[in-house]
């Protein structure tokens, strides 16, 4: 529970320490002075130590009366009224005396989440409800009988197994799910384990998720520090229109205080590396409902896996598996393979906030959202945990780690360097890259200063080591790392090599992954106007290299036929046995990039991973790169011209979203 935010003051220097498994972690803070009277939270991001061992801090700090209280796993104090099971027959309600869910014991849905006396989905769409489903062979979701599991008076938890049907129509896979609630808690976990014998026959699992469809009481949503909105009413949703030629989930807003606006649930679309929570808030009854993220290691694609996270309809998702964006593939599991992933346990979190009536809005959302990310952390902190007892979960001590120093050696940048990218493990999936595995688990950290890095709690087996991004291009891949339980492997210095054949000539971008820093690539509200206005342009471009500036002259998406055309001069002519290459990189493509240079094809190359990113609104999706030689003699002194154009299945429009460009060649 978290109360109004501090009036600005001077900042006072204060030490946290907080427990990390068998030692504690110390660090300097800053903290707000504020009345004896609230309460607030501060967030701390991951931190790492020059001893190796990363830890995500227990984020929240609560400030009352001078006092520093860390939140804990599962929210509230731990303390309060004994957990109690009843049966209902149909279903099962756990009860702490601060939250309450019914659950459905044939569907595993829970129909009521009540959270001091509230009931959060009450008047949702579809009834308002928490379920599960996935896409394929066709869409359905666990149906199956339920036990009790635990029922003492600090926690319980509910069972509900969901086996194959043994029929082709049906997805060919055992469901587990489970609910937990904790004494004190203010929320409940959530756990699913899929398994696929090796006697079940092939299935396609396609998208994978939990969603919550929650009370429209709920008007405001919170994505991250740039998706924080004031949703529109359920009356304007009902109200909206289609939008010829675009998906049927882009409407336009014909009421409310967005009339005229665009409204499309792939606007809140986010990269699940950088998020720990997402959720809703209520600015009338000032409570607040969250998808908190502990772990990482379950979901698909890496940590620059974009998804939906919450929409309109006043749907809260959990994306476990999912291939938007053509990032992370379906669930596919082959007969005769046998396989189990266990996904969670998440919390499903409630706040309230209890400041002054006349508090602004405002101030209500920002603190149940900073309330929502030191839970976050609290959460992160304590992974693995402790408290889930089950076969298929292991716990810290079943658990490596693996550490280094990640040195980026580029013969054409000498300042490169590994801080900031992101590292980690995944396992060889039959030469699948991180990008496009679902049936395993990852784990990724982001490397820290001077290249220091240490990836925790990893389960045993072997795995690649990659790494990508700090301005470098392409990727760092290490094939033979083994991590066993209860050891560190520190690796020392791992140098990291990015491709080149020749110092650079020009440039065009950032090698980020993503093209979000070229003109219309920034997210806004009215992102599908952008989208429409680029795709009916077609337009060609040209590109004058010591002239343009990428930020403005360079379309964040190449859409349809028309050429572009980049122009740069050369104050001579490389010698004849220089190497030279243009380099593409792409933060997503559905085409066949053709390219000439002065008039003559040098390549063409086509994405292995189409994606339409831009019309679900998202600034990257599946990256791919490729290098084009330049043979001898193409490239002369004064100008020159590479022209960059597409082509498409069966004429079929398509678009290109540029990641990074570079031309590199010897003797100039």
Known sequence: M???????????????CAPTGNQSICCTVSLLPCSPVCLNTLFFSTMRRTNMKRVTLAAAIMLSAGMCFANVPGGGDGKGADVSVKDDGDSIVLDNGIVAIRINKQDATIGSFRYRGMNLFEGGHNGGRFYWSWNTPAYGGPRGNATINASGSDYAEVKIHSPWSGQTKDAAMDVDIYYSLKRGAQGFYVTAVLNHPASY??????????????????????????????????????????????????????????????????????????????????????????MTVPSHEYYNGGPMKRELTVHMDHTLLNMLNGSHYSMGAPLTLAAGSDVKKTYGPYLVYANSYQGAASDTSSSVTAALWQDAQAQAAAEQAAWPYTWFKNPDYVPAAGRGSVSGILKVNDSGNPSAHADGAWIGLAPDQNGLGFQHQASSYQFWVKVGAGGRFSIPNVLPGRYHLWAFGANNVDAFERTDIEVRAGTTQDLGIVEWKPSRVAATVWEIGIPDRDSREFQDGEFNYTQWATYARARDQEAALTYTVGKSDWRRDWQYAQFGTAPWTIKFALANTPPKDAPASLYIALASSETTLNV??????????????????????????????????????????????????QSSKKGKPGTTQYDYLRLEADGL
């Open 201 to 290: 026959p092939r299935v396609e699992v396609g998208e994978w998720r939990s969603n919550a469809y929650v009370s429209p009481m709920f008007d405001w949503l919170s994505v991250d520090a740039l998706r924080q909105r004031k949703m529109p009413t359920v009356d304007d949703m009902a109200s909206s229109v289609a939008v010829a030629g675009a998906p049927k989930e882009v409407r336009m807003l014909t009421t409310g205080q967005y009339a005229g606006q665009y409204e499309c649930k792939y606007a809140y679309s986010a990269d699940l590396g950088e998020l720990s929570v997402w959720g809703w808030s209520s600015t009338s009854k000032r409570v607040g409902i969250w």
């Open 2 to 16: 978290c109360n109004e935010i501090p009036k600005a003051s001077a900042k006072t220097e204060n030490i946290l």
């Open 596 to 645: 000439t240079l002065n008039g003559k094809p040098i390549g063409s190359y086509t994405a292995p991973y189409p994606s339409h990113a831009p019309v679900r609104l998202g600034s990257h999706g599946g990256f791919s790169a490729t290098r084009l030689s330049i043979p001898p003699g193409l490239l002369k002194q004064g100008e020159n011209n590479i022209v960059i154009t």
